[in-house]
């Protein structure tokens, strides 16, 4: 992974650098809150945290464009915050509250916005990436220049129903961007145990998508490779990928004992990648913001996660007749 950049004056405005702190921190402060209503016994089921990962969801929502959809595994609460769903529905969904987004019925794994055109949240791992190609399928046969972010793991990378899906993006030439989430790890098995590469994203060579590599630890990079990718897919020229190195600091889940590697790996990360760390020191250094400034905007992002706990803990649990709706036989 590549180690932090603070040298290179950034392109964007203040106001920008700001808006991808807020929403950086959003998801790292909603999945410590996460973490903690699970250690009380308020959420149960399985519970992937996004922790370290922020700085992929948030760069390329700032690539998105309005109608623009999304598709993702599991590891979804960070993807649905930077798309602007509501976080007391989404933390109600966690607890399987009568409010949460899907009424209490999903959980972690299984959340929808038509409104914000998230498609989940899935549980099967790749099984999002034909169902994001097949998104994509539709836009382009309706022609209205939307993209698809199809989000996927280094683990799902190894499987054949992602090859099965490049050849046929490839050959309708559909918008869609593949992006490979790379965290280095899939459950206890480090990407180097798996994976015969280092890198994944040359793979699409072999159906003629092109890719490259980006630092998911620097937001704006990602924003950058972001806008490369979709403006490729707007200009009809068919899917692109993007293997974005990052990492994940919490276990694969809520049950996982982490004994597959050491503290002090996650402690170098920490230090030396944080993506969150890496703007604050951009607002701080190029004198955009002061200490108090990032410290009202901590304190308001604070208060938006103890407003969704509470929601989460006061909604009720879903009546009994719930159980016979949202079904299809
Ligand atoms: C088809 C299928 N096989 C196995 C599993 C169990 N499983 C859940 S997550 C996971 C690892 C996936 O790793 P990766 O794609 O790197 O995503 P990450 O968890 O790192 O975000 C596995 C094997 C599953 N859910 N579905
Ligand atoms: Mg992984």
């Known amino acids: 992974m590549a180690a932090r950049k603070t040298t290179k004056k950034p392109n964007v405005s203040a106001e920008e650098l700001k808006t991808y702190y807020r929403e950086m921190l959003l998801i790292r402060r909603f999945e410590e809150k996460a973490g903690q209503l ?135 030439q559909l918008p869609v961007v593949f992006v490979i989430e790379n965290n280095q ?42 806008e490369k990718a979709v403006a490729h897919c707007r200009a009809g020229k068919g899917p692109y990928i993007l293997e974005v190195k990052t990492y994940r600091y919490r276990g694969h889940s809520m049950s996982d004992p982490a004994k597959y590697r050491t503290r002090e790996e996650v402690q170098k990360v920490r230090e030396q990648s944080d993506p969150i760390e890496h703007v604050r020191e951009l607002l701080l250094t190029g004198k955009h913001a002061t200490e108090d400034d990032l410290k009202a905007i901590d304190k308001e992002i604070k208060e938006v996660v103890n407003q969704a706990a509470e929601f989460a803990k006061e909604s009720p649990e879903p009546s009994l007749d719930e159980l016979w709706t949202d079904i299809y036989a």
């Open 185 to 226: 790890y899939a459950m206890g098995t480090a990407q180097s145990r798996s994976t015969s590469t280092k890198d994944i994203y040359h793979r699409g060579e072999a159906f003629g998508i092109p890719g490259e590599i980006v630092n998911g630890m620097d937001v704006l990079a990602v924003k950058e490779a972001g």
């Open 38 to 172: 699970y250690g009380m016994g308020l959420i149960g089921g399985f519970c992937h945290l996004y922790i370290g990962q922020e700085a992929v969801v948030v760069g390329l929502e700032a690539a998105a464009e309005d109608g623009d959809k999304r598709i993702t595994s599991y590891r979804d609460h960070g993807h649905m915050l930077a798309c602007g769903m509501d976080p007391g529905g989404v933390m109600a969904e966690l607890t399987g509250r009568e409010g949460g987004l899907s009424k209490g019925k999903g959980g972690s794994m299984h959340m929808f916005s038509k409104e914000k055109h998230f498609y989940g949240g899935h549980g099967i791992v790749g099984a999002q990436v034909p169902l994001g190609a097949g998104l994509a399928f539709a836009d382009k046969y309706k022609d209205n220049g939307r993209v698809t972010f199809t989000y996927f793991g280094d683990g799902a990378a190894n499987q054949g129903q992602v090859y099965e899906t490049f050849n046929m993006a490839a050959i309708w």
